[in-house]
């Protein structure tokens, strides 16, 4: 099973900085087959990032990702207030597909 | 417009079944891959079944391979969840979600969650 390790477990930031989480996995992703989601309280998950790196519909493009291989990246740049939540990874090239710990993105 | 919506929860005691359904809208059902997760505040999210569009293919976690059912009524635009031989472990929020496409494996859609609770 690959374990995605994203760090750090908490990330105390000021609306119009910059995020940087990290997602790091136990071995390689195969066609790094990977996602990004957020989650606030009392809501279901809802999908940003696709291969890494494809903003889904009507996410705003402050959100953006990278990496390859074991090691990826979700960048929000000028964090709004909305932004605060959690932040999860989610491989889906090897299998079992699994998910990140997460990462709360908190004022 | 997308909509998943979960029902079926609740709280059953060890070794009882939960049978979850999720009913799909906005989109053609029978062309789309569809997943049941599961959240809870200890393990994270966890992947449980899926089930392919085309083919109607089902898949497992090793967790609830031989006591859990994935399966669907196209007619029904429906997605259904057999819990048997429920543990205290499977307690957790359950979502269904659709998967984006044949070639992605990202769940663009999520429903907001049913809850099964598994206890004495």
């Known amino acids: 099973e690959t374990l995605l390790t994203q760090s750090p477990g908490t990330l105390s930031l000021s609306p119009g900085e910059r995020a940087t989480l990290s997602c790091r996995a136990s071995q390689s992703i195969r066609n790094n087959y990977l996602a990004w989601y957020q989650q606030k309280p009392g809501q279901a998950p809802r999908f940003l990032l696709d291969g890494a790196s494809s903003r889904a519909t009507g996410i705003p493009d402050r959100f953006s990702g990278s990496g390859s291989g074991t090691d990826f990246t979700l960048t929000i740049n000028r964090l709004e207030p909305e932004d605060f939540a959690v932040y999860y990874c989610h491989q889906y090239g090897n299998s079992p597909q699994t998910f990140g710990q997460g990462t709360k993105v908190e004022i | 417009e997308v909509q998943l919506l979960e029902s079926g929860g609740g709280l059953v005691q060890p070794g009882e079944s939960l049978r979850l359904s999720c009913a799909a809208s906005?989109?053609?059902?029978?062309?789309?891959?569809m997943r049941w997760l599961r959240q809870t505040p200890g393990k994270g999210l966890e992947w449980v079944s899926s089930?392919?569009?085309?083919?109607?293919?089902?898949y497992y976690a090793d967790s609830v391979k031989g006591r859990f059912t994935i399966s669907r009524d196209i007619s029904k635009n429906t997605l259904y969840l057999q819990m048997n031989s429920l543990r205290a472990e499977d307690t957790a929020t359950y979502y269904c979600?659709?998967?984006?496409?044949?070639?992605?494996?990202?769940?663009?859609?999520w429903g907001q969650g049913t809850l099964v609770t598994v206890s004495s």
């Open positions: 089930i392919s569009g085309r083919d109607g293919r089902t």
């Open positions: 979600a659709k998967v984006l496409t044949a070639m992605s494996g990202a769940s663009d859609f």
């Open positions: 906005g989109f053609t059902f029978s062309d789309y891959a």
